[in-house]
DNA sequence: ATTGTTATTGAATGACTGTTCAAATTTTGC
DNA sequence: GCAAAATTTGAACAGTCATTCAATAACAAT
């Protein structure tokens, strides 16, 4: 029917998602992208629209990636307390291996308090994460995991601070930041983890 | 000597200061500074320097601010006990009032990780929060306060990441933030809260 | 008054911003 | 081979960016 596209857009689409990830919103210029995706401002605009429904469907194709990831570890055939020991040695490997952040947890930092809309944007994508740690909670109360809560939505919603929690002191510490996880998840199971590993008294 | 100055430096810095906690760095134009201020931008870079020793500046003094009103939660005289629940009500208050963020971690999120100068000062800012912190719970754990670690480096290091939760869940869903503190707290005290308030079965 | 010093002013700078568009190119269907 | 349709190209646009600076003004000391 008419010429095809020479470019890849899911490459494209990736290479875009990188630089946005990498340097934020405001510090990454048209010519950065042009730079990275290897298309012309004019095959940009055509096939992504302009810089901000870009970076939209960046951030919407990265969210797509961590609940599909999330999924994997959450609904994993094994007791609810294992899953829950390799959420957060997941998250904790996530840390290392990104030092630029997550770039959901950067858009929301980032994003303008006055600008509703895409706040509800990354609000929406943040819920979806929540629901899959609801409904996971949801089981794992029913299998009597010693939890601080028996309220899903309670653990759900302690799961996302750690979240925020752990991507702000893995910016603030990275050094220190191994130890952090194994500890929020004793806190989650209410064990006051040293009392358990203290040398025996001679 | 000379010419004295027509504008009040501390007011200068305090207006750009909100200008840049508002918006952030990237976000944040000289003439919004310009207008902020009611300086010129002659005068403006007069008194300090460019756009990026201005962001330094400010930064600082709202670090300042920070950290006094940190001393004033953690030196009252009062049990351990006391003086946690008042921070978190107060860290709570904080972030009703100010649903632009913490300027702090809002810098820390912004900053380019390749960027080590500006990621060192932002680090050193927080590590005297962190001390605080750490102060505080040397003398808590000395009081015996039942805490869910006897180590007070880690204890802070926990509350940090409170503080970077907490922050991330009131820009992600300011209307259920409200319950989040007590319930951290609790979990710092190791307290698993339901099991205390379920209502007596008849 | 004059001089030295500092502050104020705002126009000007050159670089870079996001975005557009008409021309050229490449394909498919006839 | 021709027409229709879609893609590529990159120059050009108007606007904004951070920053500079020479001219002007206001003070203190002499």
Known sequence: MARPKQYNPDTALKNGME?????????TSMTNLVDATGLKPGSLYGAFGNKRTFYRKTLEAYAEQMVTQLDEVLTQERPALETLEAFYAFFLNFCVDTPQGCFMVNA??????????QLTHIQGLFAQMEQRLKTFFEKAVAEKVPLVSQDPDMLAKIVM???YGLRGFAKY?????????????AMLLCMPTEIHCDPPEK
Not at 108 to 117: C, G, K
């Open 161 to 163: 601070t750690h979240i």
């Open 173 to 185: 510490r990275p050094d220190q930041l191994a130890a952090l996880p194994e500890r929020l998840l």
């Open 108 to 117: 929301l930092f980032d994003a303008d308090i006055d600008d509703q809309e």
């Open 19 to 27: 630089t946005f990830w990498h340097k934020g919103f405001d510090a």
